[in-house]
Nanobody, 124 residues
Framework: QVQLVESGGGLVQAGDSLRLSCAAS????????MGWFRRAPGKEREFVAAITWNGGNTRNADSVKGRFTISSDNAKNTVYLQMNDLKPEDTAVYHC?????????????????WGQGTQVTVSS
């Protein structure tokens, strides 16, 4: 089993920064990497960023390029999402997930394990 616990969300103003953390435990080594998704009220779950386990490859959604950075600390089994210049449209529940299939990293069905999520609210 894999357990994922996100933290770091909160209420901020537009232009502020937040860093989300995702602590993983359990059999995470069987996967290919990890990702962050978000779900805004009334919208589908949306890909945000992904990283391979060795941290060598990352990918961001176009909507967050230049503002969000995904990174990992393998010694701590933790993945981070540094979010800068936040905008009201970034408001959502952010989930981390373990990718355990060869489906594209942007595909939510590539991920077999999900955390409960952390709320990010950006006011204008």
């Amino acid at each position: 089993q894999v357990q994922l616990v996100e933290s770091g969300g909160g209420l901020v103003q537009a232009g502020d920064s937040l860093r989300l953390s995702c602590a993983a435990s359990g059999r995470t080594f069987g996967g290919y990497g990890m990702g962050w998704f978000r779900r805004a009220p009334g919208k589908e779950r949306e890909f945000v960023a992904a990283i391979t386990w060795n941290g060598g490859n990352t990918r961001n959604a176009d909507s967050v390029k230049g503002r969000f950075t995904i990174s990992s600390d393998n010694a701590k089994n933790t993945v981070y999402l540094q979010m800068n210049d936040l905008k009201p449209e970034d408001t959502a529940v952010y989930h981390c997930a373990v990718r355990n299939t060869r489906l594209p990293v942007t595909d939510r069905y590539a991920y077999g394990y999900w955390g409960q999520g952390t709320q990010v609210t950006v006011s204008s």
